[in-house]
């Protein structure tokens, strides 16, 4: 549930982010005559993402057996890619609502509907489709997804857009993008390891199988599962947020790792980097 609630929230706060900058920078120079065309991008492009999500349901039901653990891992390391790439480009982004405003500006001075709808419309398509392979991935992951959580997320998303939206963007968003993206990384490391553990029971991997270690306790006399157990309330909770797994592989360890690890040193540098080019203004100036 918790997994759920933090891709939904996360891609939708984003897709209501852009809508939301947009539409505001447009009642701002007063150019609301391209209001419409901004809502007729949100409609479609959400239309589009459903029609995808149905898209892929079909096709992931269409596999069984070692088909099917193949199609869930490549699902999770596709989630894995398109998750990270878009933690690297929140990392390089400082001023989003600014970026956002001078591809704005350039399209109100062509004076192209097509151009602002196409804006809207890839964001919110991009976001949704990002939606679908991620729960895609969780619900390979953990036999099903929560409905709930997922709602939940959403509809957090759609309150927190509006009183950015209303409040114009004077919320430090730099930081809220800091803080989310360090879940996102350890969820992102999570589905790269599980992937990996899809293509060994698919025997597609047969190197590092070994068993890293076994921290599952034994499974209750009715059934249920402890609550330290992958399985169990706290195990599985770690295992939504960040990618617990109670008896992984070798493979799958040293995968986490080596993830976390080049992620971070990008994040580091990266930071270094905006700091020296700050440095250099400033002393500029």
Known sequence: ???????????????ALIAGIVLSYLIKTRQTRFNNT???GIVAGIVAS???AFAFSALAGGFEGSAEQLFEGITMLVGAILLT???????QQSHIAQELHSRIDEK???AQKAGIFALVFVAIFREGIETVIFLGAVSAGNAGISVIGAMAGIIAAIFL??????????????KFFNTTSIVLI???AGLIAHGIHEFQEAGAIGIGTEEAWNLNPAINPD???PLLHEKGLVGSFFRDLLGYNGNPSVLEVFAYIAYLVIVVFYWKRSSLKKARLFKIASGRN
Not at 1 to 15: G, K, P, Q
Not at 85 to 91: E, P, S, Y
């Open 1 to 15: 549930m918790l997994s759920e609630f933090v891709i939904t929230f996360r891609e939708s706060l984003e897709a």
């Open 38 to 40: 901004v809502y007729l």
């Open 50 to 52: 459903v029609i995808g």
């Open 85 to 91: 790439t878009m933690i690297l480009w929140m990392m």
């Open 108 to 110: 109100i001075m062509q």
């Open 161 to 174: 857009g509006y009183l950015i939206f209303v409040s114009s963007l004077k919320i430090d968003l730099k």
């Open 186 to 188: 350890l969820f992102a």
């Open 223 to 225: 059934g249920s599962f």
